[in-house]
């Protein structure tokens, strides 16, 4: 069990190696040892299960990050890989396609509101690319407006071309590196809640515009109306609207936000949770937009892959037989009460925000420089307690009262210290790194 004090030596070591070796250290910007708090929070994992990871120095902690999202039963989740193992038995990929690719996409079309047809990809940012694809092709258009975080795909990192447009969206400072220059003002952004400026965006490019592609919802419910008047313009204009939903899938409902928010757009990106960890996405949609897809040039060997398809329809049967979001919402709920009480009990102006299933943790009335401090030492003081938590954070079915009560206790003792730290003028001091890297900066909240 982590106590105060811990060491992380053997996770430095290896991360020094990798310098050597892995450009960026990690595949996944959001797993860099940068943006945690590097030389006391985890870098390398032994072993994880259900919501519990132990590091390769033989320290414990309870996660709240689920693998920045795709652990959504818990990790190592045994109705899951039993399934996969099953699948491995009969073979990962053949010449021959598997029937359960076609009990997926029919799985896939009863849950979710925008689905007819269904393609599959293995990650999210593939994934809208190909959504991005299908809809240029379906309107002989070339413009993309967006809103929010959609990968690392040329067709998105194109709005910094000429200028930056991404960083509130992104990250600030992002440079558009390899991306042809041929695409500057291909890709156009707008702000969440914003119609009036879509509208004025749709009208300037009206005829060139040819699809919206925005994330509906992460952790906030959408401003009153802001879905519904997105999608009378996406029809007025005759454009697509795709809904990301790889972060806000199955979790405020099994069929999405757009389920939850009762908008329907006409094509929709699933990933991450849709296979608790296994590499898998799919892109649904409404027949007249999809079944063109057949005619365009999207195809891989590995998307046909049965390991990721075994895993998601296990995943998808578990989170209807453990009704997952009803859980989430009670899970949240109580998380939420824990987390404004140890809030209250330091005197500390910070609140657990949000929806109840996909919830974060605010700390309000900080200039952004203070705020950076505030949130590394947030993520560094819990990891020292044995709890990987930042603001930001993805429930999963093996979130229980054990962990709701360590982390409690984690929490308030991190608190404490941050408001002795503000009210002295010490976070610097408290600080064993540097502030936390810019955190992703997504309209979406």
């Avoid at 996770?11 to 892995?22: G, H, T």
């Avoid at 919830?359 to 200039?367: A, D, K, Q, T």
């Amino acid at each position: 069990m982590k106590t105060a004090g811990h060491a992380v030596q053997r996770s430095l070591e290896i991360c020094e190696r990798a310098k050597q070796r892995i450009p960026g250290v990690t595949q996944l910007l959001s797993r860099r040892p940068t943006r945690a708090a590097l030389g006391v929070s985890p870098i390398y994992a032994e072993r994880a299960k259900g919501c519990v990871i132990w590091d390769v120095d033989g320290n414990e902690y309870v996660d709240w990050m689920s693998g920045v999202g795709p652990i959504i039963l818990g990790y190592a989740d045994e109705a899951v890989d039993e399934a996969v193992r099953e699948q491995i038995g009969r073979g990962s990929i053949s010449t021959l396609v598997s029937e359960q690719s076609v009990e997926l996409a029919e799985a896939l079309v009863r849950l979710i509101p925008s689905a007819e047809m269904v393609r599959y990809a293995k990650g999210g940012g593939e994934a809208c690319a190909i959504a991005v694809r299908i809809a240029r092709g379906v309107t002989g258009r070339d413009k993309v407006l967006f809103c929010g975080y959609h990968g690392w795909h040329d067709w998105y990192l194109a709005a910094n071309l000429g200028g930056e447009k991404l960083g509130e969206h992104l990250l600030p400072g992002i440079e558009p590196i390899g991306v042809p220059r041929c695409l500057e003002g291909t890709a156009l952004p707008f702000n969440y809640g914003d119609l009036n400026l879509l509208e004025d965006l749709l009208k300037k490019f009206e005829g060139q515009a040819g699809c919206i592609i925005m994330e509906p919802m992460r952790s906030a419910e959408p401003p009153p109306g802001f879905l519904k008047g997105v999608r009378d313009l996406a029809t007025r204009y005759g454009v697509v609207l795709i809904f990301d939903e790889v972060s806000s899938g199955f979790r405020v409902a099994l069929g999405g936000a757009q389920e939850y928010t009762g908008v329907t757009p006409d094509l929709s990106v699933f990933a991450k949770a849709i296979s608790n960890g296994y590499p898998m996405a799919a892109v649904v949609g409404r027949r007249e937009f999809m079944e063109p897809a057949s005619r365009m040039f999207i195809s891989s060997a590995y998307w046909d892959d049965n390991i990721g398809i075994a895993a998601a329809l296990a995943t998808l049967r578990e989170l209807e037989r453990r009704q997952a979001p009803a859980y989430f919402e009670k899970l949240g709920e109580d998380f939420r009460q824990r987390i404004d009480r140890a809030a209250l009990a330091m005197g500390l102006d910070a609140a657990c925000t949000g929806v109840a299933a996909h919830p974060g943790i605010s700390f309000r009335g900080l200039e952004p420089a203070t705020l950076r401090q505030v949130h590394t030492l947030f993520i560094q003081e819990n990891a020292r307690r044995g709890v990987i938590l930042p603001p930001g954070l993805f429930f999963n079915c093996a979130h229980d009262q054990t962990a709701l009560e360590r982390t409690e206790e984690a929490v308030r003792q991190s608190f404490a210290i941050i408001k002795e730290g503000l009210v002295r003028g010490e976070l610097d001091q408290l600080l064993e790194c540097p502030p936390q890297e810019d955190l992703f900066r997504r309209m979406v909240t």
